[in-house]
């Protein structure tokens, strides 16, 4: 089992920044990729980003490419999404994830491969 524990959300204004935590406890975080997904009211759990085990490989939807960064410090067990230049279509409710498969490799977009979820953490951007 993997717990997840997302943390620094917030409201901003557009153009501002956040920068989103999930600290994960349990199995050995390294022995999982990390992706951040987000729900807007009224709207499909989208995926955001992810990052492999090691860091080292990361991938974006085209939305936020350029202006999110995905990034995690297996020492101490978190995952990190840096978002900057926020806009208000940003709002949403963000959740991270841990899955086991394919580890190594990021671009996994569909949710139902993660294993594990966080209770999500709010994001609102005022216009």
């Known amino acids: 089992q993997v717990q997840l524990v997302e943390s620094g959300g917030g409201l901003v204004q557009a153009g501002g920044s956040l920068r989103l935590s999930c600290a994960a406890s349990?199995?050995?975080?390294?022995?999982?990729?990390m992706g951040w997904f987000r729900q807007a009211p009224g709207k499909e759990r989208e995926f955001v980003a992810d990052v492999n085990w090691s860091g080292y490989s990361t991938f974006y939807t085209d939305s936020v490419k350029g202006r999110f960064t995905i990034s995690r410090d297996n020492a101490k067990n978190t995952v990190y999404l840096q978002m900057d230049s926020l806009k208000p279509e940003d709002t949403a409710v963000y959740y991270c994830?841990?899955?086991?498969?394919?580890?190594?490799?990021?671009?996994?977009?569909?949710?139902?491969?993660?294993?594990?979820w966080g209770q999500g953490t709010q994001v609102t951007v005022s216009s």
């Open positions: 994830a841990a899955r086991s498969r394919n580890r190594n490799v990021p671009q996994e977009t569909r949710y139902y491969m993660y294993d594990y």
């Open positions: 349990g199995r050995t975080f390294s022995s999982y990729a």
